[in-house]
């Protein structure tokens, strides 16, 4: 469950500073969805900061499904 611990917002912080685009948002059962496009150590470094999240997280698990890009431009948070 995500509640009060800006992961979200650290997320696109963390994105925007490594040069990955795409998004973040809260799912309706409390986990946290994410796209990530960018190059290859950028991304897998965006997979390892999402194992710890930011320091108030609590982290159960991380699921990795590959896709091909769609062409994302920047990295936000959506609802």
Do not use: K, Y
Request: glycine share 10%.
């Amino acid at each position: 469950m995500v509640q009060g611990v800006f992961f979200r917002a650290s997320c696109v912080e963390r994105a925007r500073t490594l040069g990955v685009a795409g998004w973040v948002r809260n799912s309706l059962d409390g986990r946290v969805e994410a796209e990530f496009e960018g190059e290859p150590d950028a991304v897998a470094a965006m997979l390892a900061w999402c194992s710890e999240g930011p320091p108030a997280a609590r982290v159960v698990g991380v699921e990795v499904r590959d896709e091909p890009p769609i062409g994302e431009h920047e990295f936000r948070a959506t609802r």
